[in-house]
Nanobody
């Protein structure tokens, strides 16, 4: 099992940046994939970015070129750098890990983009 704790959310103006962190309770080196989903009010949860154990990544079309997922194996932490934020990026951002074909979820962190 793995516990995931997100941090770094908050209120930011359009065009601003935030970096989200997801700290895992165990080594992430052997976790198959880690990523970020988001869920806005009244909308379905959607994949934002994902990184596989080999280092490959994929992103939602809506965030390509603006968001970057990365990880620090020594800190057991995955990051989501979000630049050029837009009001439509407002959502709860949820960290996820897939290990031995089992998904694990964090509690989420709120990101609000508003002037």
């Amino acid at each position: 099992q793995v516990q995931l704790v997100e941090s770094g959310g908050g209120l930011v103006q359009p065009g601003g940046s935030l970096r989200l962190s997801c700290a895992a309770s165990r080594s992430i080196f052997s976790i198959d994939a880690m990523g970020w989903y988001r869920q806005a009010p009244g909308k379905q949860r959607e994949l934002v970015a994902r990184m596989f154990s080999g280092g490959s990544t994929n992103y939602a079309d809506s965030v390509k070129g603006r968001f970057t997922i990365s990880r620090d194996n020594a800190k057991n932490t995955v990051y989501l750098q979000m630049n050029s934020l837009k009001p439509e990026d407002t959502a709860v951002y949820i960290c996820t890990a897939n290990m031995f074909a089992t998904p694990y979820w964090g509690q989420g962190t709120q990101v609000t983009v508003s002037s």
